[in-house]
């Protein structure tokens, strides 16, 4: 009893000290890329990829754009000149 008593200590004290990610910098993180000890990996990890994520939403990178005359004829060319 006494034993699961201090193993339930100990986790609520390593995990109240536990790193706060959210609040650095991108910079900050990404100089703390490959230097995050084992314990907090998987929180500098979903960190990392819901700032990645954000960044991608805001750019709009991966949204398709519709460019072309719309017509459906695609020309095909060889060497400058139409089939």
């Known amino acids: 009893m006494r034993y699961t008593v ?4 100990i986790g609520l004290i390593s995990g109240a000290c536990a790193t ?3 609040s650095m910098s991108m910079e900050r993180l990404r100089a703390m ?3 995050v000890s084992q314990s907090e990996r ?5 960190e990392m990829q ?3 994520r954000q960044k991608r939403d805001k750019s709009g990178y991966g ?3 519709r ?3 719309g017509n459906g004829k695609g ?9």
């Not at 201090?6 to 200590?9: F, K």
């Not at 020309?75 to 089939?83: D, E, I, S, T």
């Open 6 to 9: 201090c193993i339930a200590a």
């Open 20 to 22: 706060d990610f959210s």
């Open 33 to 35: 890329q490959g230097k």
């Open 42 to 46: 998987n929180a500098y990890r979903a």
């Open 50 to 52: 819901k700032r990645m």
């Open 63 to 65: 949204q398709r754009t």
């Open 67 to 69: 460019q072309g005359s």
């Open 75 to 83: 020309k095909m060319y060889r060497k400058g000149k139409g089939w």
